[in-house]
């Protein structure tokens, strides 16, 4: 559906002044993406075309991801221009709004959220998650923010101020947290500060507001759910947020609904309903976006079969087998493709 989107692309170019690149992380239910290191080399391929041009939009919709990708594809994008700005049609959210902070101006439609940029680390020490015994594999995420609220509520609400208690309270969390990933949150909450300071301090220049929007975004708001609309962001954090006219705005809603309808955002994936009635189906699934007037497409998917089967569980005599029906996701292929 490229082909319908292309006209918006060349509206889209022709009122901001410059040259579009597109990036859509999908959150289809059950075929979630994120920002990931690996987007940087294909970013470099829709990049090489324009040489160095005056300014380059980023059409952005992501519910965020790794920290340092999202720096990296800001610094990746400014080495191709000389101002970067970010056009938000409705989420660019954690890694995203990091992104979004590196731009020089960012255009939110009445629909678009920023949000925290508290990072949650996810790796093989964290905690084993309850809630899936069945695999010894999942783990609980890590908020930066949980654990600094944490130890907040000891000293404050507990009223836990002496060094032998305070010690008490961070070896009973060891016990729970694994001290290397203790260590590895505190590591990532230093280092999402130092690469926000670096990138707002493309757009503002008062170091004092700088601070005080880090630390809202990785600290004040209190959750990493809190949405930020575009009225709170210019208003209350300062940030160079521009409203987009009537024009502008139409261009950008139709352009995402089109987007929204090819990579099916609001549709789960469920193995269910593309069953159907069947026994086998094959799907494919577009989960993300690279779109470039000039390179064409950069699309990551899923194909692969589902199967229903039928599998007796044995019982003790006389009992007959149990019926149980299960549903195996045959993935086939993985990963990137281009399309011109």
Same mark, same amino acid.
């Given at each position: 559906?490229?082909?319908?989107?292309?006209?918006?692309?060349?509206?889209?170019?022709?009122?901001?002044?410059?040259?579009?690149?597109?990036?859509?992380?999908?959150?289809?239910?059950?075929?979630?993406?994120?920002?990931?290191?690996?987007?940087?080399?294909?970013?470099?391929?829709?990049?090489?075309?324009?040489?160095?041009?005056?300014?380059?939009?980023?059409?952005?919709?992501?519910?965020?991801?790794?920290?340092?990708?999202?720096?990296?594809?800001?610094? #990746?994008?400014?080495?191709?221009?000389?101002?970067?700005?970010?056009?938000?049609?409705?989420?660019?959210?954690?890694?995203?709004?990091?992104?979004?902070?590196?731009?020089?101006?960012?255009?939110?439609?009445?629909?678009?959220? #920023?949000?925290?940029?508290?990072?949650?680390?996810?790796?093989?020490?964290?905690?084993?998650?309850?809630?899936?015994?069945?695999?010894?594999?999942?783990?609980?995420?890590?908020?930066?923010?949980?654990?600094?609220?944490?130890?907040?509520?000891?000293?404050?609400?507990?009223?836990?101020?002496?060094?032998?208690? #305070?010690?008490?309270?961070?070896?009973?969390?060891?016990?729970?947290?694994?001290?290397?990933?203790?260590?590895?949150?505190?590591?990532?909450?230093?280092?999402?500060?130092?690469?926000?300071?670096?990138?707002?301090?493309?757009?503002?220049?008062?170091?004092?507001?700088?601070?005080?929007?880090?630390?809202?975004?990785?600290?004040?708001?209190?959750?990493?759910?809190?949405?930020?609309?575009?009225?709170?962001?210019?208003?209350?954090?300062?940030?160079?947020?521009?409203?987009?006219?009537?024009?502008?705005?139409?261009?950008?809603?139709?352009?995402?609904?089109?987007?929204?309808?090819?990579?099916?955002?609001?549709?789960?994936?469920?193995?269910?309903?593309?069953?159907?009635?069947?026994?086998?189906?094959?799907?494919?699934?577009?989960?993300?976006?690279?779109?470039?007037?000039?390179?064409?497409?950069?699309?990551?998917?899923?194909?692969?079969?589902?199967?229903?089967?039928?599998?007796?569980?044995?019982?003790?005599?006389?009992?007959?087998?149990?019926?149980?029906?299960?549903?195996?996701?045959?993935?086939?292929?993985?990963?990137?493709?281009?399309?011109?």
């Amino acid at each position: 559906m490229r082909a319908n989107r292309l006209e918006n692309y060349k509206k889209l170019e022709e009122l901001r002044g410059s040259k579009l690149l597109v990036y859509v992380t999908g959150d289809k239910p059950g075929m979630e993406t994120q920002i990931h290191p690996e987007i940087l080399d294909y970013f470099v391929d829709h990049l090489d075309p324009l040489q160095k041009v005056d300014k380059i939009s980023l059409f952005l919709y992501t519910r965020g991801g790794n920290t340092l990708a999202a720096w990296s594809l800001v610094n #990746l994008i400014r080495q191709f221009c000389n101002e970067f700005e970010v056009i938000i049609p409705s989420k660019a959210q954690s890694s995203g709004t990091l992104i979004s902070i590196g731009a020089n101006t960012v255009v939110m439609t009445k629909q678009a959220t #920023l949000g925290p940029i508290d990072p949650s680390l996810n790796g093989p020490l964290n905690p084993q998650n309850p809630q899936v015994p069945q695999n010894p594999a999942a783990r609980i995420p890590v908020s930066v923010e949980s654990l600094k609220g944490y130890i907040e509520l000891a000293k404050e609400d507990l009223s836990i101020s002496n060094e032998n208690e #305070l010690t008490k309270v961070l070896l009973s969390l060891s016990e729970k947290v694994h001290p290397l990933v203790l260590g590895d949150v505190y590591r990532s909450r230093t280092q999402i500060q130092m690469l926000a300071r670096k990138l707002l301090s493309k757009q503002l220049k008062d170091k004092d507001r700088i601070e005080e929007i880090i630390t809202f975004l990785t600290s004040d708001s209190g959750s990493h759910d809190y949405t930020i609309y575009r009225k709170e962001a210019k208003e209350e954090l300062g940030l160079n947020i521009e409203k987009p006219d009537d024009e502008l705005y139409n261009i950008i809603k139709d352009t995402f609904d089109n987007i929204k309808e090819e990579l099916e955002l609001m549709k789960p994936f469920d193995p269910n309903l593309i069953l159907g009635v069947n026994q086998t189906a094959t799907y494919t699934c577009r989960r993300v976006l690279i779109e470039s007037i000039e390179a064409g497409t950069d699309v990551f998917l899923s194909e692969g079969e589902i199967v229903k089967q039928q599998q007796q569980i044995p019982q003790q005599p006389p009992l007959p087998p149990l019926q149980r029906t299960i549903i195996d996701d045959n993935r086939s292929f993985e990963g990137w493709r281009h399309e011109d």
